[in-house]
């Protein structure tokens, strides 16, 4: 195997390792709070959607997590009754519901990922502003590659 072949191949290894330490962290974290991976995994859409400013809906997320209305109903239910999620009316149009993250849900998030968040700054602290750049688009691209062959899987393609 070539140099580039093989480079390539261990990085898609670390990938796959990345993948899987960061799932048992998220499962262990899901386990101290009692919560379902489900659940865990509305909290991070309803999360990172906040985080980019455009806060999801019941249906959206329910479309990211590939779940009924029912089901995804039933989700937030749980999630608002042990006070990680909250529903807010913010728009014009008071029928349109958003989902936000609690404050205690943050906090206790916050609480518990702080030390992997310091261990993530010390590893970046060690590369350049172009390395991190590079490191950015690469990453980028492969969240790309991913996303594509996961839409290319389900019927409609909208996964």
């Known amino acids: 195997m070539d140099d580039r072949k093989q480079l390539q191949a261990e990085l898609v290894d670390l990938l796959r390792l990345y993948s899987i330490e960061a799932q048992h962290v998220a499962n262990a974290f899901a386990h ?20 980019r400013g455009d806060p999801l809906t019941p249906g959206r997320l329910g479309q990211q997590l590939g779940l009924s209305s029912g089901a995804t ?3 937030i239910d749980r999630l608002e009754k042990v006070g990680h ?18 404050a205690p849900a943050m906090a206790l998030a916050r609480e518990f ?15 350049s502003v172009d390395d991190l ?10 969240l790309e590659a991913v996303s594509e062959h996961h839409r290319s899987l389900t019927p409609t393609g909208d996964a």
């Open 85 to 102: 999620l909250r529903r807010t009316r913010e728009s014009a149009d008071r029928r349109v519901v958003h989902l936000r993250y609690s």
């Open 113 to 127: 990922f702080e030390p992997l968040g310091a261990r993530s700054h010390a590893v970046m602290d060690q590369f």
């Open 133 to 142: 750049e590079m490191v950015r688009r690469f990453l980028s691209g492969m």
């Open 73 to 75: 109903t039933a989700v």
């Open 32 to 51: 101290l709070q009692g919560l379902h991976h489900t659940d865990l995994q509305a909290l991070a859409a309803v999360m990172h959607a906040e985080r």
